[in-house]
């Protein structure tokens, strides 16, 4: 999966970035390099959803997929 994400330079310094694909979905970082690590624990952050939260009837499944 590819995503874009924008990338800000902030007023007091560092970086921010959002990913617009995502809703909420957003990082900083002091410098670029740490921006980027963040970027990707961000995004596997938001896309994580603890299946046991979820309420399941005997009818559903549950389906992992790669994009």
């Given at each position: 999966?590819?995503l874009?994400?924008?990338i800000?330079?902030a007023?007091?310094?560092g970086?921010w970035?959002?990913?617009?694909a ?7 970082g ?28 005997d009818?559903d499944k ?6």
């Open positions: 999966m590819k874009k994400v924008i800000h330079q007023e007091e310094g970086y970035a959002e990913i617009p995502i809703p909420g979905c957003a990082t900083q002091e410098t670029f390099e740490k921006l980027l690590s963040n970027i990707y624990e961000a995004v596997e952050a938001c896309l994580s959803v603890d299946i046991k939260d979820i309420e399941l009837s009818k549950i389906l992992e997929v790669a994009v």
